[in-house]
């Protein structure tokens, strides 16, 4: 899907706050500027969690706890993560059940931490605002369910 402006990113990303639910695991990849830590902060909107939220890149991980009775949000940002072993020190698996996560920069790294999880991919557009996302469901919890409507195709 198409998504003209980061406005449109984080709007996007409210609407997909509505189809998540504890125990999801969401792992972001794209080029550094593609707009995911702007996806994060439409989730964290539509999940209603305290903010802000801002690239978690020298603190790794923030648990951004729910305003309104929902999971809170556990935004992790694994650019400099060098691998297993140091997923495994955050201990995400912890809290994994009762939150949402989502995990910036890490395809590769955290898909040992659930079999369900929504996988998108950001990319931008040459010489313009405009982000190409792309969703991917892995495991039961998404069959069938790859949430995608409300964006341009």
Same mark, same amino acid.
């Given at each position: 899907?198409?998504? =003209? ?8 990303? *409210? ?6 639910? =504890? ?10 500027? *593609?707009? %995911? ?10 999940? %209603? ?10 603190? !790794? ?16 940002? *694994? ?58 469901? !892995? ?11 409300? *964006?341009?195709?």
């Amino acid at each position: 899907m198409r998504l =003209p402006t980061a406005e449109e990113m984080r709007a996007y990303g *409210a609407r997909l706050a509505a189809r998540l639910r =504890p125990g999801d695991l969401v792992v972001l990849s794209g080029p550094l500027g *593609a707009g %995911k830590t702007t996806l994060v902060q439409g989730i964290g909107e539509g999940l %209603k969690v305290r903010g802000p939220i801002t690239s978690p890149t020298f603190v !790794i991980a923030r648990v951004h706890p729910s305003l309104a009775g929902g999971p809170p949000l556990v935004h992790v940002d *694994a650019y400099r993560l060098g691998g297993d072993l140091e997923v495994d020190d955050l201990d995400l698996d912890a809290s994994l059940e009762d939150s949402v996560t989502v995990v910036e920069w890490g395809e590769g790294l955290v898909e040992g931490l659930s079999e369900d999880r929504l996988e998108i991919h950001i990319d931008r557009e040459a010489g313009d605002e405009a982000r190409l996302v792309t969703l991917r469901g !892995i495991g039961a919890r998404w069959a069938g369910d790859t949430p995608s409507e409300g *964006a341009q195709e």
